[in-house]
């Protein structure tokens, strides 16, 4: 594998709080509440403390949750923490939700450093955006745009979702069409998953049908482009120059740190999950379950990332002979039937092999 870094040079830290819980939402959060809010910020500082984090971070990604759920007085403090890693910073992303911010909230992630909001438009159809429990409208999202941007963000991202309940193409086609009005930076996109412990599992609600949802997709991969937005990871798409440095480092399957109930991390090998209960992580800040992994399973893994991106896998940072243990025929097999291919020492999805990277990747573990 590549030569790695000393130490990461990514951070994740996680805010575990939002305002409501939207209807298809398996994320780890709790409702806001001035009291557990102040106790966690002090549990994180303690972990904080302990975890002797770089100085040199490149990226920095504040998730959540809901980040811009936190009042303006506990975002200080809670952003304060990290002034000392942004001399050399590349990307600091904060997510919010366009209906808890404010005009004292921009200025307050300006003033610490952050150079890129990460926001949840989902769509442009008010009626969907309640059906799927979000509390904002559209018109929120196209203020808080006016507002970022007003305040001197130039790099802004949204999340799309698509595959909702009741939604058509022809919504679909008009929410890719508003989100380009709003000129972002930066598009993600998410199919609806109806999982089991959420509001829509609950209720037994279905997704759409299998075809309409790999329709939608192909709508968006020929809508963005035409544009301006590149693909260049299965779900994300950007203006050139604009692609998520710190999500890369995911695909790039590099090491970061984890922060915060409900985050995980990844450090020399071992890969480590925080508490995603917020009374277990108040109780012991510094508690993780931690696996360390096998070569095999590092190989996997940095496959399994890798080949979310457009440009594929660098094959000269892997060993030929864990290749050729872990996969056998498996790669040359994918090849025959369309699905990967190599270019020089790239390998690759194809078009028809991206869509269903799942079902190569459990060919690839077979
Ligand atoms: S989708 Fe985001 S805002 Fe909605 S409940 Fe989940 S974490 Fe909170």
């Known amino acids: 594998m590549m030569t790695k870094n000393k130490h990461p040079l990514s951070l994740y830290v996680h805010v575990p ?19 557990t809010i102040q106790d966690w910020l002090s549990a994180l500082k303690r972990e904080y ?70 926001m949840g438009m989902q769509t442009s159809n008010d009626a969907l955006l309640k059906e799927i429990g979000r509390t904002h409208t559209f018109e929120q999202t196209k203020q ?19 595959s909702l309940p009741k939604q058509t193409m022809e919504d679909l086609v008009a929410s890719v069409h508003e989100a380009i009005k709003l000129e972002p930076t930066h598009i993600s996109i998410y199919s609806l998953t109806i999982e089991e412990n959420t509001v829509f ?14 329709d939608m997709y192909f709508k968006i991969l020929e809508l963005l482009p035409q544009y301006g937005y590149q693909q260049y990871e299965i779900s994300n798409f950007s203006l050139p120059g604009y692609e998520s440095k710190h999500n890369l480092c995911y695909w790039n399957y590099e090491d970061f740190y984890g922060l915060g109930c409900g ?23 510094l508690a993780c379950t931690s696996i360390e992994e096998s070569k095999e399973e590092q190989t996997f893994n940095a496959f399994m990332m890798g080949l979310r991106k457009k440009e594929g896998i660098y094959l000269p940072s892997f060993e030929q002979t864990d290749i050729q243990s872990l996969f056998g025929e498996r790669i040359n097999d994918l090849i025959h039937e369309g699905l990967l291919e190599r ?24």
């Open 49 to 118: 403390e302990e975890k002797k984090i770089a100085h040199d971070l490149k990226t920095i990604y504040i998730g959540g949750g809901t980040p811009s759920a936190l009042d303006v007085d506990t975002l200080e403090a809670f952003l304060s923490l990290f002034d000392s890693h942004i001399k050399e910073i590349e990307e600091y992303t904060i997510e919010v939700n366009p209906e808890s911010i404010t005009k004292e909230k921009v200025e307050c992630f300006l003033r610490h450093g952050i150079n890129r909001i990460s």
């Open 17 to 35: 709080f939002c305002n409501h819980i939207c209807f298809y939402c398996d994320f780890s959060h709790v409702l806001t509440n001035p009291k």
């Open 144 to 162: 808080a745009m006016r507002l970022l941007k007003e305040v001197g963000f130039t790099n802004i991202s949204l999340d799309l979702m698509y």
């Open 201 to 214: 599992g609950k209720k037994g609600v279905k997704p759409l049908e299998e075809d309409l949802e790999a």
């Open 343 to 366: 270019n020089q020492d790239y390998l690759r999805c194809t078009k028809e092999g991206l869509p269903i990277l799942n079902t190569i990747l459990v060919r690839l573990l077979d």
């Open 263 to 285: 985050a995980s991390g990844k450090e020399n090998n071992i890969r480590y999950d925080k508490p995603s209960v917020l009374n277990a992580y108040l109780k012991n800040p």
